[in-house]
Every structure is written in structure tokens, then in C-alpha cells.
């Protein structure tokens, strides 16, 4: 990047910038894997956390849904807040809360009293991602910028692959409860780097006074809503169930409320047309297509290898930890390095390429696959992790204005957060349905008399009949009945596949409509014979 971009200072806080920037780095870093592995652990971490609490399946998918819907109905209004009453304010306390709650959550067993620390807990934990990005703009120097974000970035990946494996680790060695207890340390250190790594500042009075509460609580109301009724309708059945309507239908209404609301008020907080500009929302589209296209290794991978293959997260973790997460550590550096060189639109060309070969690959799905059949997968996913939301979002950065950051930065933490628990809500759905229809067409295809049906149900029959001549037809039948479930499975994830094949197709698509960002902090800077012949031509560069 141009020196003489890279030697300034972003939109400083009140307070300065920091005199000890490894300290507000390290904060970004905590906060935002603690806010992604918890997410994570706790999702993944589902069925021990219901035999561990005593809950039904409706009373564990509502606790998932607790928590991660107030995450987003919090996460908008962050960066105001931050931008108002400062990073220390926003961070500090909230970090100690949280601590407490989740040391508490797992001495409770009353369900209503372990919805409303579900609702707590999630509340802190939205603050965090969002306020620990600000601080990247806020208190670093732009030569930081880059390293910084693409930290805040890998996050989402690295915290994918290896939730698994830390959820099979905590459950099998240390206990279930620290799904919630790794909260209680990592949350107090995360406060004190913050402290240490941002200066203090004073409360923004002037902003306070103008602060636009009802667009706040109405966008985070109606997204929250709508995730709600789009987590809970794979479960309840969509538009059979009274509660997914009325869920949809609210969240809709007050995100009606919340256009008309920022149209009327005197200081809008987070209008609309600041996605205006078309390389903004282009990106953002872009965005919620990683998302989606990412589910490939989130999602299809983990639960085929679960559901088919019949492993615990621990053992099917190890793939995604070792071949996943482990080599983001040398992957990130090289897509920052790219990033220095490079437009953001060449190195997202590669990260969608990547998703697509990965997700091609997986359509050739079988169910004899064993976990170390989608190590090539895997290995593609983390490359195309690594070189898709970082140059996403420095794409934003260089597109967005400075003066609507706060605006900005509330869809932002919309599609980061609605649209990854939106994604899984949907996969769930598609997975599904597809199987449904899969096992029809497979079932149309065993009539009762079928010469090879018959031909199948005796050569089990004769096998099972070794260890009880009376059941063995019985278990014949049921035999059979478990293989046609398992292909109308394999072929459901196959589908899967191929929707995040398409998805990552139209990415690239997308990424042809956006223009070059204007010249900025993030602007690359050629190098080797390139640099050379613009230094020639009397060109500065770095």
C-alpha cells in the first residue's frame, strides 16, 4: 500500500490512539473469537448441553434460539454505542457480566430463569465482535488497519473449524460446563486488553441527546424476530406453525416501522441509503454469499460425516482442526500480502474459485466416504476462507463513507450475523425437504413383489437368521428401510453441495459488477517490475 497512506492515522477516538497497540490488537482478538467459538460451541455443542440441562428438543432449539437472536438484536447499535460512550464503557463492564453469567448458567436447571441468562449472555456477547472492530478504526494506525482486520475476519472460518474438536474436548476431558466457563477467563482478559490498548473517553453528550432509540430497538427487534422465525420454522414447519408467522410477520412489520421511523426523524441512525452506493451493496450481497457458500464446510461436511458416517464432533472435528483451521496460520499472512499487491476483486475471484472446485468435488459424494475423504475439500475451504471475507470487507472500507461509519457499520453486523444463523436455518430446511424427496423417489422404486426386493429381504433374512429365525425378516425390513434412508440422505447433502456450487458461481458473477474502489488506505501498491517501470514513468509508490 502507498506509503504515504500507510504513515497515517485513521478516525482517532477522542481519547487518541493508543500508546500500546498490541494491547488493542490483542483485544480484537479475543473478542472476536470468544464471540464466534461461543456461538459455535453452543450450537454444536446442542445435544450435551440438553441432556445436561434435562431439556426436551423444543426446549434446547428455543435456548439456541435465545441466544443467538439477541446477539443480533444488540449487535446493530454497537458501534454507535462505542462511538458514544467509548470502547472502555462498551466493553469493560459487559466483559465482567459476562463472565459471571456464564460461570452461573451451568448451576441452573428452572428453564425460565435459563432462557433469561440465554438472553443475557447472548446480549453481552453481541458487543463483542462489533466493538472490537471499532477499535481497529478508532485507536490503531492504518498500518495496522490490514493484519488487524484480517484477524477479525479469519475469525469465522478458523472458529468453524475447530469448534467441533474443542466441543469434543471440553465435553470428553474437562466437563460440558466449559462450553460456558471458557467465557469466565477469556472474557476478563479480553476487558483488560481493552483497558490497556484503548485510551479513555470521555461520554459523547452531544450525540446522546440526539441518539435515535426507537431506529435501534426497531432494527434489532425485527431482525431478531426474523431470525427467530426463520430458526424455528425447520422445526415447527414453517407456515403450519402459528409462532413462525407471527415471528415472520412482526419482525417484517417493525422493519417496515424502522424505514419509516429513520424517513421522519431529524438525525436518521442508520438510513438506508447508505447502501446506496453500488460497490457497497454489491459487497454486501457478496457477503451473504460467503456466508452461504461457506455452510459447505460449516455445515454439509461435519453433519454428513455425523449423520451418515456416525461420528461425535471430536472425531469429526480432527479433519476440520487439522486441515481447516491449522492452516489459516499461513494462509492469512499471504492473503494480507496479496491484498498489499493486489486488487480486492482478483483475490475474491480466487476465494469464490476455490469454494466452487470444493463444492464441486463434494457432489461426488458417496456413502462409503470416511472422514479422510474430504481432506482435498476441506483444504480448499480454508483457502477459500482465507482469501474471500478479508478483501470483502477492506472493499466496504474503501467504498464506504467515513462520515455514516455508525450507519455503515449496523448492516454490517446484520448480514455478518443474520446472515450466517439465516444460512443454517435454511440449509437446515433444505437438507430436509431434499431427503423427503429423495427417499420417495427411492421408495417408488421397492414395490412390495419386486423380484430384487424379495432377492434383498431374503439375503438379509438368511443373515439375521443365524441370531433368531422369528425377528430375522423383521430386521430384514428394517435393514433395508435404514439403506434407503442413508442414500436419500447422501443424495440430500449431494443437493446441498450443489446449491453452494451455484451460490459460489453467482459470487464470481457479482464480483464482475464491481468497480475499482477509489484511491484510500487499501489501495495496493505494485511491486517488481511493475513498481519499476511506474517509478520510471515518475510514479511514487511504496
Avoid at 460425516?305 to 499472512?333: C, D, H, K, Y
Avoid at 433395508?480 to 450443489?498: K, M, P, T
Wanted: with cysteine; charged share 10%; glycine share 10%.
Amino acid at each position: 500500500m502507498a506509503a504515504n497512506d500507510d504513515a497515517g492515522r485513521g478516525p482517532i477516538s477522542r481519547g487518541g490512539v493508543a500508546r500500546q497497540p498490541l494491547f488493542a490488537v490483542a483485544a480484537v482478538l479475543l473478542g472476536s473469537f470468544l464471540a464466534n467459538f461461543d456461538s459455535r460451541l453452543t450450537t454444536v455443542g446442542l445435544p450435551d448441553l440438553r441432556g445436561a440441562f434435562g431439556l426436551s428438543f423444543d426446549e434446547g432449539a428455543w435456548l439456541s434460539t435465545a441466544g443467538i437472536g439477541s446477539q443480533i438484536f444488540i449487535a446493530p447499535a454497537v458501534a454507535w454505542l462505542a462511538t458514544v460512550f467509548g470502547l472502555r464503557r462498551v466493553l469493560g463492564i459487559p466483559s465482567l457480566v459476562y463472565a459471571l453469567v456464564s460461570l452461573t448458567i451451568p448451576f441452573v436447571r428452572d428453564y425460565p430463569t435459563l432462557i433469561a441468562l440465554s438472553v443475557v449472555h447472548g446480549l453481552l456477547l453481541g458487543t463483542f465482535v462489533p466493538a472490537t472492530l471499532m477499535i481497529v478504526f478508532r485507536n490503531l494506525p492504518i498500518r495496522w488497519w490490514l493484519p488487524a482486520i484480517a484477524l477479525y475476519s479469519i475469525r469465522v472460518g478458523f472458529a468453524l473449524d475447530s469448534s467441533s474438536s474443542l466441543v469434543g474436548f471440553y465435553v470428553e476431558h474437562l466437563g460440558w460446563q466449559w462450553l460456558y466457563w471458557q467465557g469466565v477467563v477469556i472474557a476478563p482478559l479480553m476487558g483488560l486488553m481493552v483497558y490497556l490498548g484503548t485510551p479513555s473517553e470521555p461520554v459523547n453528550r452531544a450525540l446522546l441527546r440526539a441518539a435515535d432509540w426507537g431506529g435501534m430497538l426497531l432494527l434489532g427487534a425485527s431482525v431478531g424476530m426474523i431470525y427467530a422465525g426463520l430458526d424455528q420454522g425447520n422445526r415447527l414447519d414453517w407456515l403450519g406453525s402459528g409462532t413462525v408467522m407471527a415471528l415472520l410477520v412482526g419482525g417484517g412489520v417493525l422493519f417496515v416501522a424502522f424505514l419509516v421511523n429513520e424517513s421522519w426523524v431529524a438525525q436518521p441512525w442508520a438510513h438506508v441509503n447508505v447502501l446506496f452506493s453500488r460497490n457497497v451493496g454489491l459487497a454486501l450481497i457478496l457477503i451473504l454469499l460467503y456466508t452461504l457458500t461457506s455452510l459447505s464446510n460449516a455445515s454439509l461436511v461435519p453433519n454428513f460425516l455425523g449423520a451418515v458416517g456416525q461420528l461425535r464432533p471430536e472425531q469429526s472435528g480432527w479433519l476440520l482442526l487439522t486441515f481447516g483451521a491449522l492452516p489459516m496460520s499461513v494462509l492469512v499472512p499471504i492473503s494480507i500480502w496479496l491484498l498489499r499487491h493486489f486488487d480486492t476483486r482478483t483475490v475474491v475471484v480466487v476465494g469464490f474459485t476455490c469454494f466452487a472446485a470444493a463444492n464441486l468435488w463434494g457432489t461426488q459424494l458417496t456413502h462409503d466416504w470416511a472422514r479422510e475423504d474430504f481432506i482435498g475439500i476441506v483444504l480448499l475451504q480454508a483457502v477459500a476462507q482465507s482469501l474471500t471475507l478479508l478483501p470483502l470487507i477492506i472493499t466496504l472500507l474503501s467504498n464506504s463513507d467515513p462520515s455514516r461509519a455508525t450507519a455503515f457499520a449496523a448492516y454490517i453486523q446484520i448480514m455478518r450475523l443474520g446472515g450466517a444463523e439465516i444460512g443454517v436455518a435454511l440449509m437446515g430446511t433444505w437438507l430436509r425437504v431434499r431427503e423427503q424427496v429423495h427417499s420417495f423417489y427411492i421408495g417408488q422404486n421397492l414395490e412390495v413383489g419386486d423380484v430384487n426386493v424379495v432377492r434383498a429381504l431374503k439375503q438379509l433374512a438368511d443373515h439375521f437368521a443365524a441370531h433368531g429365525a422369528g425377528s430375522a425378516q423383521a430386521r430384514a425390513v428394517g435393514t433395508l428401510a435404514s439403506f434407503v434412508a442413508r442414500e436419500a440422505n447422501v443424495l440430500a447433502y449431494i443437493d446441498g453441495f450443489w446449491l453452494c456450487f451455484w451460490l459460489a458461481v453467482a459470487g464470481l458473477g457479482f464480483i464482475a459488477l464491481i468497480t475499482r474502489a477509489p484511491p484510500g488506505p487499501f489501495t495496493p501498491a505494485p511491486f517488481g517490475f511493475a513498481k519499476r517501470v511506474l517509478r520510471k514513468c515518475g510514479v511514487q509508490v511504496s
